[in-house]
């Protein structure tokens, strides 16, 4: 875990979390720490991006696992609407799809839902200083990226989907197994992965995770 750092000014937070008895849970669970001042929370991203464009925000808390790509799509109009205002991200497990995609759209944290809210609040405090920081159990999700050779695939490169491949494509970068992905287009697990191997191909990568950083690093991902 990070050293502490020292407490100068007071930050800003805002938290996101579509269930509002965990709101109420993170804010209480930071109401101790004096140099952190919870303004805000709400349920959901429109909520989120009106109360940022209203409000001076240091520090975005979001809940990513209920948003999916909505949630990344959260995370990349914040930064539009707010370059300065850092985000970190709590979810229940270190999925590297989601730790890659999340950091790709601007996320400057990753942190796991069961982080102690002393620790959770030390993290608040170095990234509203510019620290980027991620879960150690998340980390090697990020190492075994950027191991890769994704970078040498320029983008004029990568093949055109097909509009069922872009939405397969959504789903990939939101770290949805084939199985979920299947149930939300209402078609077969053959058929997710008969579109999934056509990406790879066109993507000229090996794997989902090299597939995801791609479509994040070149704004591949339809949002709407």
Request: net charge neutral; proline share 3%; charged share 20%.
């Amino acid at each position: 875990m990070l050293g502490k750092a020292p407490k100068n000014d007071i930050i800003k937070v805002l938290i996101v979390e579509n269930h509002k008895i965990i709101r109420l849970s993170l804010k209480s669970s930071l109401k101790d720490f004096s140099h952190i001042n919870v303004i805000g929370d709400v349920g959901n991203a429109d909520e989120a991006i009106n109360f940022i464009a209203r409000n001076d925000i240091d520090v975005v808390l979001i809940d990513l696992i209920y948003f999916g790509v909505r949630g990344l799509e959260m995370i990349f109009k914040i930064k539009e609407t707010a370059p300065n205002t850092k985000v970190i991200i709590l979810s229940d497990s270190p999925n590297s799809q989601e730790v890659i995609s999340s950091i790709g759209v601007g996320a400057n944290a990753y942190c796991l839902s069961d982080i102690s809210p002393e620790s959770l609040s030390n993290v608040i405090e170095h990234v509203s200083k510019g620290v980027f920081w991620v879960d150690p159990h998340a980390a090697s999700a990020v190492l075994r990226a950027f191991a890769t050779k994704y970078n040498d695939v320029p983008k004029h490169k990568i093949g055109k989907l097909t509009l069922r491949e872009q939405e397969v494509l959504n789903y990939l970068v939101a770290g949805k197994s084939n199985s979920e992905i299947a149930e939300y287009l209402c078609v077969s697990v053959h058929t997710v992965k008969a579109h999934v191997c056509s990406i790879l191909h066109k993507f000229h990568v090996d794997d989902r995770l090299q597939a995801a950083v791609l479509a994040v690093k070149y704004n591949l991902v339809d949002f709407t």
